[in-house]
């Protein structure tokens, strides 16, 4: 117990960063067992971390085929795993907590209140409340939904594929356990399973407190500024992405272009959504126009919203950032959102957030290309090798099939990527730092800038 006060006193961001640790070496160690493979042979320990990452992290990456690979009990543990990490370690144990009667202290909610992105530590409890109702009551619906539409291809079998779809979209994980060979593709054009995971992606996206704030207040005039940036930012990043896709991918053959008109539109509007955070792919992505790479690169590395289950930049991240380039093209000096104020820390926040975000980008790029290209003595494409390090920063499990063919040094970058994707870079440098007021306050004296 005295363990556990202590383990809670420590910084808060090095706290949140060392529960994935904690869960993704369970995960390497549950996933190295003999008995979780179809062959009875365990996994290497890097292509067991890589899975254990993948899975903890919500990227939905992966070097081996989990349908056919890993029995019913490596699947589980892989579902486990991304239901835990989509949520949050320290808000799974403190829910099971609080069912068994226990009670929060105010060092527990004031991590849940950093972990879950709140503004008050008060909020903490109705946040926890509403994930628990919300997440169960969505997931029980998609799941039943595609049970329904799936009995008769699968029989029995489709209330565990359905179950765990509608679980793997509401936690924009991405993974899929279907064994045919077209897998997820075989279901471009029906329109009933698109529409379900497009819903269940965007409310999982969304996050606990948007969903939460809607569910209360029921008007738009009431509803925070948060929650009126994220609808906002969602409804344009959806459907521009779409329109875009539409467009430029419109007569490729090699993607939609053999599509009927209102498959077509199906498609474009399906790969939008689950392209900012969960992963799924009903088309080829390697056979897309490089124009398309471009989109889903600047897609994907916006990712979901805070507090949510997926990862990425964050759309109001990136919505702040754009509101405050346009103030300073308007020359204002305040950022302002539906006759609200936006403070400058957050403004800052988003600042640091981003050029961290980019800088970590670049680094992995260039580590995976060298190390690529030493070992092989040729590289992957390069619009290929972008693709894969932004999918696994912004924990989005689009892959392209390159990965399990890069060496271990290879995998051990992106698993770092995947890592630091899910819990900030911000978060990662914050958690090595011992916070303090600044006591001076040295003089101002402006640089030439632009």
């Known amino acids: 117990m005295r363990f556990f006060r202590w383990f809670l006193s420590l910084n808060r ?3 949140i960063a060392f529960s994935f640790v904690i869960l993704i070496g369970i995960g390497t160690v549950l996933l190295m067992l003999p008995q979780v493979t179809t062959s009875g042979k365990s996994l290497n320990p890097i292509d067991a971390l890589f899975m254990a990452t993948s899975a903890s992290t919500v990227t ?20 486990i795993l991304y239901l835990i990490g989509a949520f949050g370690l320290m808000t799974i144990t403190t829910i099971i907590g609080l069912g068994f009667g226990n009670s929060m202290d105010m060092r527990t909610k004031l991590l849940l209140k950093e972990t879950l992105n709140q503004n008050e530590a008060s909020d903490v409890g109705r946040i926890l409340k509403q994930i628990v109702i919300y997440s169960f009551g969505i997931s029980t619906f998609g799941g039943a939904a595609l ?51 497009i819903v269940l992606i965007s409310l999982g996206g969304l996050g606990f407190a948007v969903i939460g704030d809607i569910a209360n207040k029921k008007s738009w005039k009431k509803l925070m500024l948060h929650t009126k940036l994220v609808i906002a930012t969602n409804a344009i990043l959806y459907v521009g992405g779409a329109i875009l896709f539409f467009a430029l991918e419109y ?9 009927a008109l209102n498959d077509k539109i199906l498609v474009s509007c399906f790969q939008s959504v689950t392209t900012h955070s969960a992963g799924f792919a009903t088309i080829d992505l390697t056979k897309m126009r490089d124009a ?8 994907m590395f916006i990712g979901a919203s805070p507090a949510s289950c997926g990862g990425g930049f964050k759309t109001t991240t990136f919505a702040v950032l754009v509101l405050n380039s346009f103030s300073q093209i308007r020359g204002k000096k305040e950022v302002t ?9 957050t403004i800052s926040r988003a600042s640091s957030i981003f050029w961290l975000s980019i800088l970590w980008i ?8 060298a190390l690529d290209e030493l070992d092989n003595g040729q590289t992957h494409a390069f619009q290929l090798i972008v693709f894969e390090v932004i999918a696994a920063f912004s924990t989005v499990g689009c892959g392209l099939g390159i990965t399990p063919d890069w060496n271990i040094y290879c995998k051990l970058v992106l698993i770092a990527t995947m890592y630091m994707g899910r819990i900030s870079m911000l978060t990662f440098g914050m958690s090595f730092v011992t916070h303090k007021v600044d006591k001076v306050r040295y003089p101002i004296e402006k640089i030439i800038i632009g």
Do not use: K, P
């Open 251 to 259: 007569s490729n053959t090699g993607t939609i272009g053999q599509f």
């Open 292 to 299: 398309t790479f471009i989109l889903f690169y600047i897609m």
């Open 337 to 345: 959102a539906f006759g609200r104020r936006i403070d400058q820390e």
């Open 147 to 197: 049970t329904c539409i799936l009995f008769d291809e699968y029989g029995l079998r489709s209330f565990y594929i359905g179950f765990w779809h509608a679980i793997s979209a509401f936690c924009n994980s991405g993974f899929d356990v279907l064994t045919t060979e077209a897998g997820m593709r075989g279901y471009a054009t029906n329109l009933e399973v698109n529409l379900i995971l």
């Open 13 to 15: 961001s090095f706290l």
């Open 362 to 369: 670049v680094f992995a790029l260039f580590l995976i290309m």
């Open 60 to 79: 939905g990456f992966a070097v081996i085929n989990i349908s056919t690979e890993l029995n019913r009990l490596g699947q589980v543990i892989i579902l």
